[in-house]
């Protein structure tokens, strides 16, 4: 079994993964030709909350509509997702260990619940996209979105 499969083998949603930004690239290339998308955001240029947003904004095309606030970015982030063909989706976070690093713990814990939400929200059965969140880290022990997941009632399981 491959690492793809591995991943949409789990049953849960979020993933922490020890690696190289490059293994995760080439599983997003691998993706589209087995009829799965997927997007890779980097968490460097997303250590505040309008970073974020602009990194959403221009990595998954959203609309010129986008309000670059938490509401907007579920809103968006659901629609994008429910118009995919395919039946899988990965998105990918590199440098993670950095995603919100600038601001107050609230706003990570805002953004884990609207990943939450979304993954709950394109698993039903109208939807029925099989949606993971990978979290790609140098060293996941000593990571505050870990520390936060947990803290969130967020499962994810670790790859090394």
Not at 21 to 44: H, M, P, R, W, Y
Not at 97 to 121: G, R
Request: hydrophobic letters at 40%.
């Amino acid at each position: 079994m491959d690492l793809l499969e591995k991943i949409f083998d789990q049953d849960l949603s979020f993933i922490l993964a020890d690696g190289e930004k490059e293994i995760f690239q080439s599983i997003a290339e691998k993706s589209v030709t087995n009829k799965q998308k997927s997007s890779l955001v980097d968490g460097a240029k997303a250590s505040t909350k309008s970073d974020l947003m602009e990194e959403f904004y221009t990595k998954l095309d959203f609309p010129e509509h986008f309000g670059r606030n938490w509401d907007a970015l579920y809103d968006s982030l659901t629609d994008f997702l429910w118009s995919l063909d395919e039946d899988k989706y990965l998105l990918i976070f590199t440098n993670a260990d950095q995603l919100l690093s600038k601001e107050k713990d609230n706003e990570l814990y805002n953004f884990l619940e609207i990943l939450k939400m979304t993954a709950e929200n394109v698993s039903q059965v109208d939807c029925d996209l099989d949606m993971k969140v990978i979290f790609l880290f140098k060293a996941t022990e000593s990571s505050h979105l870990k520390t936060a997941m947990l803290n969130n009632g967020i499962n994810a399981l670790s790859i090394r």
